[in-house]
């Protein structure tokens, strides 16, 4: 008797723990949306998507996000110009060319890089990396807070991701395709790049749609060395304030149940949105990829 | 041949400069900090607007708000990933769990903190405050420990539970009795993982937890409190030059304990595919 009741109170309590994880999911759409659409009763949703003007301390506020999303998309854009292609080259070599003690060693240290508290990075950015670029660019640079400092920074957060992820697709490809090619004649440099790398290529999809999520949703770096400027970027060097940042920088001293609180909060709608949308293509992909 | 041997040349080149980079970058930060840490600084509160003293509340806050976050993500997380591994069959509410830890685990921190500062902060009356900012830590962290339990639960061999059903135990009996335990190291492993995770977190913090400058210790867990990345970022970005050795020190402290972390993790690993190759 005590052992079936122990049976089934196990059996109803690993029922709860999953119920808990899919309403915590439920919960922040639910409790992000009810307050972010409220906005809406103050402004309009044309003003509020494609006004450049975030305003929202001045008498006659404003609260547009369109230079806040250009922010993004400008540190976005840069970080994975920087950190894809670095990536790629390291997954290759790791994959591929570097036998199993280097191997474990790089490995090693992309882990620990992955670690690094993204405040560090920032404060790193924020003390010496904007001082070495007035002192690189002085012709070019009026601030050393900008969207290249910013994605220099983001860029070793990303790259492990990358690494890692890249690297798992490259060796999930079947070795006797490998094996086939140089069988063929071709070298390893052909074979990786004209049959691994073809073949990898949902993988490796993958992997730069789920780093790029995680680019965009990254906030302290941005917080601290993107410049903080509600400007639309006009060089790399210009100071920018992408959405993580203005959400981070402004909820703190925000009046509760206020326009510019519930536009706080509609902003995190659109972060909760573009992160669901990467997400999902992400696992179509992967699903994908096991049926064939 | 030759031109493999340029590609790994050239692709060895690119990548041991950019760890060396980091390398360089890593201990160029712990370097720096060590004059300024000291027993006193470990011990002491910040005086004199952050020039004098130490890191004493933010080393105390973070171990709190990572307790409150562990009680709460590592039974959730665990018993939620049992779920998945022993009790589900291809079910309507298995494919839900997986698809929301899959979206969780892809939601920004910074939304995961206005999510706490809603329901914690303000519909559940919390404040800012250690319960708060603990327990959206909790939750930002669950998607951690669930992929990872899930995954080391899948590894136990199923003859594992073949054997313990034959001998007439039930199935919680198999669960938690053999499946659980022989993946204990490897749930181990998450928790450690989750653990690294949080300690570093700051941008949930900000407005559901954090404590800027205290004086003295919070008396219980409704009041907020300091925390070790919060006061980096304070030091940093809000407070004038005249704190930088504070903040050097702060940052090297840091680092030690994450990067301590991370090399055990490392170490945890290998031992296990180790065990695994046999």
């Known amino acids: 008797m005590r052992r079936r009741r122990l049976d089934l109170s196990s059996r109803v309590l690993v029922t709860i723990a999953a119920l808990i994880t899919s309403t915590v999911l439920f919960g922040i759409f639910f409790f992000l949306i009810s307050d972010g659409v409220r906005v809406f009763g103050k402004i309009s949703f044309a003003d509020f998507f494609f006004s450049a003007r975030w305003y929202p301390t001045y008498e006659d506020a404003e609260y547009g996000i369109l230079a806040l999303l250009s922010g993004t998309l400008a540190v976005t854009g840069l970080t994975l110009a920087i950190s894809i292609p670095l990536g790629f080259v390291s997954a290759i070599f790791l994959a591929e060319f570097s036998h199993r003690k280097a191997h474990d060693f790089l490995k090693l240290i992309f882990e620990l890089m992955a670690g690094i508290p993204s405040v560090v990075l920032g404060s790193f950015g924020l003390k010496y990396v904007s001082k070495w670029l007035m002192e690189f660019f002085p012709m070019k640079v009026w601030t050393g807070l900008n969207v290249f400092n910013a994605s220099l920074m983001l860029s070793i957060l990303a790259m492990p991701y990358f690494v890692t992820l890249i690297e798992d697709a490259l060796k999930a490809v079947p070795v006797d395709q490998k094996e086939a090619s140089l069988a063929l004649g071709a070298n390893t440099t052909s074979t990786i790049f004209r049959v691994i790398i073809p073949q990898a290529r949902s993988g490796i999809l993958n992997a730069i749609i789920l780093g790029t999520n995680r680019i965009i949703g990254e906030t302290m770096v941005v917080l601290m060395i993107a410049g903080g400027a509600t400007m639309i970027p006009r060089s790399i060097f210009d100071p920018v304030r992408p959405l993580t940042a203005a959400i981070a920088g402004e909820m703190g001293e925000v009046e509760l149940g206020s326009t510019h609180y519930y536009a706080l909060f509609m902003i995190g709608v659109v972060l909760l949105a573009i992160s669901l949308i990467f997400t999902v293509t992400a696992m179509r992909l992967k699903r994908g990829m096991r049926r064939c | ?278």
């Open chain 2, 1 to 278: 041949m030759l031109i493999d041997r340029i590609t790994k040349l050239f692709f060895g080149i690119i990548s041991y400069t950019l760890v060396a980079v980091i390398l360089l970058m890593i201990t160029f930060l712990v370097v720096a900090g060590l004059d300024n840490i000291s027993l006193e600084f470990l011990v002491s509160f910040p005086k004199n607007s952050m020039t004098e003293g130490g890191i004493w509340p933010s080393i105390l806050g973070t171990f709190y708000f990572l307790s409150i976050a562990l009680l709460f993500s590592v039974p959730v997380g665990i018993l939620s990933a049992v779920y998945l591994s022993e009790y589900s069959k291809e079910s309507r509410l298995q494919r839900l769990v997986l698809t929301a830890n899959n979206i969780l685990a892809g939601i920004p921190s910074v939304v995961f903190g206005m999510f706490g500062l809603s329901l914690f902060s303000i519909t559940f009356g919390f404040g800012t405050s250690i319960i708060s900012g603990g327990l959206t830590l909790g939750i930002m962290s669950l998607p951690y420990i669930i992929s990872n339990t899930h995954e080391s639960l899948t590894a136990v061999p199923k003859s594992y539970r073949e054997a313990s059903m034959a001998l007439g135990a039930n199935k919680a009996e198999t669960t938690f009795r053999i499946v659980v335990p022989a993946s204990f190291s490897r749930i181990l492993t998450g928790v450690i993982i989750a653990v690294g995770r949080i300690i570093g977190e700051t941008a949930p913090l900000l407005f559901t937890g954090a404590a800027f400058y205290i004086t003295r210790n919070p008396s219980g867990i409704f009041e907020p409190a300091m925390s070790l990345p919060t006061h980096i970022f304070v030091l940093s970005a809000i407070y004038p030059e005249n704190v930088t050795p504070k903040l050097e020190g702060s940052i090297s402290v840091l680092l030690i304990i994450v990067i301590t972390l991370f090399i055990s993790v490392a170490i945890r690993r290998r031992r296990e595919s180790k065990k695994l190759e046999g």
